[in-house]
Each structure stands twice: as C-alpha cells, then as structure tokens.
C-alpha cells in the first residue's frame, strides 16, 4: 500500500515553455500533497503543500506564480513550472500522506527529473 | 527554525560490517522517520518512530527513538551492496504540522 506516482519521470524542455509534472497516490486518497525540490547532492526542500480542493501554501522564498498547484482531486496534484529557466532545472519530488499509517508520514513519488535546456 | 543533524556524513565500509547512524536536534520532535533513497529515486519510507524510547526494525534495520526527544538512531545490521544510497532522517517541526523538515543525510557506500 501507500504508493504515489509521478509522471513523468523526466522531461527536457526549452526556456520559456511550461512543463507540468503530475503526482497521483495510487491505493489510497490524499487530501494532503506535497512538492518537495532536490539539488544534487543536497537534502529535500519543501516548496508547497498542495491541499485538495482549496488553494497550495507556498514556502518562503519559492514564487506562487511560478510554480502552479493544483490539487483537484483526493488522488491528484499537479505542479507546472511555468516559463522554465535553466535555474529551474532540479529534481522535483512530491510525497503525499496516507491517513491509515501514523501521524506525520509521507510517502513519496519516484521523482521527475527536469532539464531547462 | 529547528534542524535536523545528521551524522556522519558519509560512510565507506566492507559488506557484512554493522553500520550506525544517527540525527540530533536542539529541538523536540514528536515523530522520526527513516528515509532511503537511491540515485534518480524518490526516497522510500523505511521506519516510523512515534514514541520516545521505541525501538522498531525492518529486517536487518533498527532505528530507536531518543528517550530526550531529540535524537534518533538507525542501524544496518550485516551490511550488502544494496544497501548503497543516502539515508535521510526526517521530523515534523513544531512550527508547521503535517510538514516534514529532512537531515543532510548520510551516504553510505558498501565494499562487496
């Protein structure tokens, strides 16, 4: 159980473009999503809980009309970076919470890699 | 803001060896939880610690929550390549409920 998937797992685009990358709990719903952001070799940063059915909350620091959330459904999120730059380049993670399991726990996504070329 | 500490930083051992690492915090958590994760991977839940002092395993994995609340503990017993990844220690912090703040991580490599 508490598998969430993403998709897709990478994706090369040109500066300026936008890229959507999706994020699905496959076995069970989840009104709480989150987009997480990781640089080589560094640890994860948060960037935005995405809640279902009501607008994401943005970390300090990361620009709400760059990176769109939407959260549609208890097994969908959606986070699109809009008019990509090569500094937007990064591995994008998102993880969700499964009310079954104990307080607190996320399960994540396998990823998806982005290139800004 | 609280952080999460881990130590050490990277380690290179033999397989078979036993492998100890650990996560301090100035600060109380009410939740460890134990991260794996591979090159190119997400990172994959391997322990959940909701109670001070209780220790949990995971096949050849044991992870203790401190008894002060501020640390955790994570061992690998008879260690194998595949064991090979960053492991993240991860709790929430009192700020922000439901959200989750990470460690540096710790990389391990094994020798076959």
């Known amino acids: 159980g508490a598998v969430v998937s993403q998709h897709p797992s990478w994706v090369i685009c040109k500066s300026g473009t936008s890229v959507k990358i999706e994020c699905r709990s496959l076995?069970?719903?989840?009104?709480?999503m989150f987009w997480y952001r990781q640089f080589p070799k560094q640890s994860l940063m948060l960037m935005a809980t995405s809640n279902e059915g009501s607008k994401a909350t943005y970390e300090q620091g990361v620009e709400k009309d760059k990176f769109l959330i939407n959260h549609a459904s208890l097994t969908l999120s959606t986070l699109t970076v809009t008019s990509a730059h090569p500094e937007d380049s990064s591995f994008y993670i998102c993880?969700?919470?499964?009310?079954?399991?104990?307080?607190?726990?996320?399960?994540f996504g396998p990823g998806t890699r982005l290139t800004v070329l | 803001g609280q952080q999460l500490n881990q130590s050490p930083q990277s380690m290179f051992i033999q397989e078979g060896e036993d492998v100890s690492m650990n996560c301090t915090s100035s600060?109380?958590?009410?939740?460890w939880l134990w991260y794996k994760q591979e090159p190119g991977e997400g990172p994959v839940l391997l322990i959940a610690l909701y109670k001070a002092g209780e220790l949990t395993s995971n096949g050849r994995l044991t992870a203790q929550f401190g008894i002060t609340r501020k640390d955790s503990f994570l061992n690998i017993s008879a260690s194998i390549p595949s064991d090979v990844g960053i492991y993240f220690c991860a709790g929430p912090p009192r700020s922000s409920r439901g959200k989750l703040i990470f460690g540096q991580g710790t990389t391990l490599q094994v020798k076959p």
């Open positions: 600060s109380i958590f009410n939740t």
């Open positions: 993880s969700a919470r499964d009310a079954r399991s104990g307080p607190d726990t996320q399960y």
């Open positions: 076995d069970f719903q989840a009104t709480t």
